[in-house]
């Protein structure tokens, strides 16, 4: 089958089209040609306005639910969804029933997901039952294919712990995921604490609930020379103390969520 999307922009930092306005001949699923004015008989054309072509994007922070959630989500409607939305690559979170904090729940979403239209990747839990009390069998879970490690919406508090595991995964280049809540200030916050949370009526979370941890965990860091990814950050100063982290030169990066960007116009 032949596809023609006909006059979109190119978002691709890899490629010399990045910014331009091309079409592009699609071939039996694979890209074949770029150009300005591609013509083809046998091709369905698409096309619309202020469309963009970018590589697939990656979700690193998405609940799968299977197994022991299946009446929420399969793997495979997982996979469906994430497709229509051009993923290609999605990091599944540990928060299943029994939680991925093991080789054998690793190798169950490896080996269930194959041949789906998507890569789906495992996250690893960092604590065993994500309870944040005993580290997980991260080195177990590596050697299965487990992308990297977290504890999801439960993240580690016990900063003892935290240390454990960032010292953990060094032995094996392997990346440690935080959400940034301080759960003894931010127990059960639906929004960023201030004026709007105020006039709604929904307990708020304080920027500190977020920073403290991100402080601490960047001093951890520091103590350990590991590798550290802060997912879901929503401040200033959050951004500020990643920024001087990087400077300095430790293995720290970050991510926002996509509502945080599209509030911000």
């Known amino acids: ?110 080996q269930k997901s194959q041949g789906l239209q998507i890569n789906i990747h495992p996250l690893g839990a960092i604590s065993k039952k994500r309870e944040g009390k005993e580290l997980a069998e991260m080195y177990d879970m590596k050697q299965s294919k487990a992308i990297a490690f977290t504890d999801g919406l439960q993240p580690v508090q016990n900063a003892g712990l935290f240390l454990k595991a960032l010292q953990y995964v060094k032995s094996f280049n392997g990346v440690i995921i935080q959400l940034p809540q301080d759960k003894s200030i931010n127990a059960s916050g639906l929004m960023n604490e201030g004026i709007i949370s105020t006039r709604m009526g929904l307990q708020g979370v304080p920027s500190i609930a977020e920073e403290l941890i991100i402080a601490r965990d960047i001093e951890l860091l520091r103590y ?42």
């Open 1 to 110: 089958m032949n596809i023609i999307l006909q006059q979109v922009t190119i978002a691709d930092p890899a490629s010399p089209h990045n910014g331009t306005i091309k079409d592009i001949l699609i071939v039996d699923g694979v890209i074949h040609t770029i150009d300005n004015n591609i013509k083809g008989s046998s091709a369905i054309y698409f096309s619309g306005d202020n469309v963009i072509a970018s590589p697939g994007w990656i979700d690193i922070f998405s609940h799968a639910c299977d197994p022991g959630y299946e009446f929420r989500e399969t793997l495979e409607t997982f996979a469906n969804a994430a497709a229509a939305g051009g993923f290609t690559e999605i990091f599944a979170l540990p928060d299943a029933n029994p939680v991925t904090d093991s080789k054998t729940q690793v190798e169950y979403i490896t």
């Open 224 to 265: 350990t020379n590991s590798s550290l990814h802060v997912t879901g950050i929503t401040t200033a100063k959050s951004v500020a103390l990643i920024k001087a982290a990087k400077e300095e030169g430790l293995n720290i990066s970050c991510s926002v969520t996509p509502y945080h960007l599209f509030f911000l116009r």
